[in-house]
């Protein structure tokens, strides 16, 4: 719904710039043209994605996020000190953050779903300082080499597609830091 | 020759090398995921044939620098290039959308520029966070969801800030 709001104001607003600015001739041209680039853009990343899905695939059958979660397990229980002793959600919010990690979204959805409804039973229907914790670490990407991104560079004919890497580190870090933190101190400062 | 330049073959090497070591077949697998590669794009080529249709329009009627300008002050302010306002709008609401966006910005400005690779770093920093709220939430049955969506909104305001930053301490114009 949210996108739908979106897209039909950028449409409005396009029309309505475009008149009043008397370049209507040229939108219409635009948006042609915007159309036929989407399918160019899927096209000039479409190889380095399905390569690199292919190298993840290799590596989530290697054991890659089994052997991530144990690295990660001591860290977690500090982040989630409520379930520090509940193996079943220790477990499925460390392969979760593993999945992250490796950038394989698909795995890691329903584990972390997984862990998100384990939480849920100690206090159902509200969301508690853990699962709050867990949405946030979530929403705030972790991913240590963005393939998808580093596709839509080569196709666009970088040079070097990974030369991103550090920088991308440096934010992630930083947002989940922030994240983290404005849940520790929301989780002090909130009244229900 | 620095490590960055050669992350494809050690990461295409070390994939195998770790494959046939756990016994996995490596080559099954490639294609396994390829072929789910391509259920990704396909999912994503209607995202981005709608979004660049209204991008493109946007770009053609002055309205998109219209608005870069207007917020050009706050922005620069804060460090962000204005021309990655349309990708800072769509990125909490949808992952196509903001790859979309933010591709179109790579294309327009090229990958090894300033806005380009600062578009590159926000996609890669952050996440569609409105998206999985929902997700999360509806699979735990939650009604109070409290305080984790301004806790998630932090974490992207501050992915966005790091990502330009970061891009201006790493590789300076």
């Known amino acids: 719904m949210g996108m739908s709001v979106i897209w039909a104001g950028m449409v409005l607003l396009s029309l309505a710039c475009g008149l009043a600015t008397g370049r209507g001739g040229e939108v219409a041209a635009a948006a042609m043209e915007g159309a036929s680039a989407g399918v160019e853009l899927c096209l000039s990343m479409a190889g380095a994605l399905c390569l690199w899905m292919g190298v993840m695939e290799v590596l989530r059958r290697s054991g890659a996020i089994r052997a991530l979660s144990r690295l990660l397990r001591p860290v977690l229980g500090w982040l989630y000190p409520d379930f520090a002793r509940d193996g079943g959600v220790m477990d499925a919010v460390s392969a979760n953050v593993s999945a992250n990690l490796l950038g394989l979204g698909n795995a890691a959805t329903p584990l972390g779903l997984d862990a998100a409804r384990r939480m849920s039973r100690r206090s159902p229907g509200v969301a508690s300082d853990s699962l709050c914790m867990l949405v946030v670490c979530n929403t705030a990407s972790i991913q240590l080499i963005p393939t998808t991104v580093a596709a839509v560079r080569a196709g666009a004919g970088s040079a070097a597609p990974f030369d991103i890497l550090p920088a991308v580190w440096l934010a992630s870090a930083l947002s989940v830091t922030v994240g983290i933190l404005a849940a520790r101190l929301l989780a002090r400062l909130w009244r229900d | ?173």
């Not at chain 2, 196509?96 to 770093?121: C, E, K, M, N, Q």
């Open chain 2, 1 to 173: 020759m620095d490590i960055l330049t050669l992350i494809v073959p050690l990461l295409l090497a070390g994939a195998a090398l770790l494959g046939l070591w756990r016994r996995v077949d490596v080559y099954d697998a490639l294609l396994t995921g390829a072929a789910e590669g391509l259920g990704v794009l396909l999912r994503i080529v209607p995202a981005l044939i709608a979004l660049l249709t209204a991008v493109w329009m946007l770009r053609a009627s002055g309205a998109l620098e219209l608005l870069a300008e207007v917020l050009a002050p706050v922005l620069e302010r804060l460090g962000i290039p204005p021309e990655t306002v349309a990708l800072l709008l769509v990125r909490p609401v949808s992952g196509s959308a903001a790859l979309g966006v933010g591709a179109d910005l790579i294309r327009t400005y090229g990958p090894d520029s300033t806005i380009g690779r600062t578009a590159a770093v926000m996609l890669g920093s952050t996440e569609t966070t409105f998206y999985t709220i929902a997700v999360y939430f509806s699979a735990a049955g939650i009604k109070k969801t409290r305080y984790a969506v301004p806790a998630a909104l932090c974490a992207d305001l501050a992915g966005f800030l790091a990502a330009a930053w970061a891009v201006r301490l790493l590789f300076p114009a």
